[in-house]
């Protein structure tokens, strides 16, 4: 599949916020300042949910009018949004100082990996063959002006 910088799929935004939320949370595993951890964290929390409520909406939605392979599909990966969702919420109530923060961070990267992968190998497949690219870059515009819309105070 061809994509141009001008008119990017689907794939390609959720490929780039992958990439974007992955280098978040690498700032943040390495952060030592308590106050910049705290930012860290707000910004990572806020990006996620954008990016979650997003493919919600939009991407997944695909699945929810296909066959039970794909609505198993979306199943799980609302499954996963779900598990770090309730990880947010525990990093939510710590301090970047707590005892347990680190790990928490390093669980809750190990869980945004695990559903990059999972969307990036199972999902794109499975959406590359309902939608040809004129659909994939219309998409990637609804997605956009989701996201947009979503309010980062919404997103706690």
């Given at each position: 599949?061809?994509?141009?910088?001008?008119?990017?799929?689907?794939?390609?935004?959720?490929?780039?916020?992958?990439?974007a939320?992955?280098?978040?949370?690498?700032?943040?595993?390495?952060?030592?300042?308590?106050?910049?951890?705290?930012?860290?964290?707000?910004?990572?929390?806020?990006?996620l949910?954008?990016?979650?409520?997003?493919?919600?909406?939009?991407?997944?939605?695909?699945?929810?009018?296909?066959?039970?392979?794909?609505?198993?599909?979306?199943?799980?990966?609302?499954?996963?949004?779900?598990?770090?969702?309730q990880?947010?919420?525990?990093?939510?109530?710590?301090?970047?100082?707590?005892?347990?923060?680190?790990?928490?961070?390093?669980?809750?990267?190990?869980s945004?990996?695990?559903?990059?992968?999972?969307e990036?190998?199972?999902?794109?497949?499975?959406?590359?063959?309902?939608?040809?690219?004129?659909?994939?870059?219309?998409?990637?515009e609804?997605?956009?002006?989701l996201q947009?819309?979503?309010e980062?105070?919404a997103?706690?």
């Amino acid at each position: 599949m061809i994509e141009s910088a001008q008119d990017p799929t689907i794939y390609q935004v959720i490929r780039d916020q992958h990439r974007a939320i992955a280098e978040q949370l690498d700032a943040l595993s390495r952060e030592q300042d308590v106050a910049r951890g705290q930012q860290l964290f707000a910004e990572v929390r806020d990006a996620l949910e954008r990016h979650a409520r997003a493919e919600e909406a939009v991407f997944y939605d695909i699945f929810a009018r296909g066959d039970a392979e794909g609505k198993a599909l979306a199943k799980d990966a609302e499954r996963d949004h779900s598990q770090v969702r309730q990880q947010l919420a525990e990093l939510e109530a710590m301090r970047a100082d707590d005892a347990e923060w680190g790990a928490k961070i390093e669980a809750l990267t190990r869980s945004v990996t695990e559903h990059v992968e999972f969307e990036e190998d199972k999902l794109f497949a499975a959406v590359e063959e309902l939608l040809d690219d004129d659909q994939a870059r219309t998409l990637a515009e609804t997605f956009e002006a989701l996201q947009s819309r979503v309010e980062p105070e919404a997103a706690a």
